[in-house]
């Protein structure tokens, strides 16, 4: 594995976890932000993903974050779904 997490939260498709490491510290949260890394468990988490990515980096994200899950009636989304 890249060394680029090393030290850092993360999370990984179910399985993964064991080919990481003790050099991460590894979460089973859906969505896990730590600075300026996102990851995720997988293509079951990429409505999470895609928003958290929205909320970091749009200037008022967490706003537009909001909007698009009214928009299209995603209701699943918790706010513990994300964990920084």
Do not use: M, W
């Not at 030290?7 to 859906?30: C, I, M, N």
């Amino acid at each position: 594995s890249a060394k680029v997490f090393h030290g850092r939260r993360v999370t990984s498709y179910p399985g993964f976890e064991d080919k990481l490491g003790a050099q991460y510290k590894y979460s089973e949260d859906r969505v896990v932000v730590d600075g300026n890394f996102v990851t995720s468990r997988g293509p079951g988490t990429c409505f999470e993903f895609a928003l958290t990515i929205i909320a970091i980096l749009c200037d008022d994200g967490e706003k537009q974050r909001q909007h698009i899950i009214g928009s299209v009636g995603y209701a699943l989304i918790l706010p513990s779904a994300v964990s920084y």
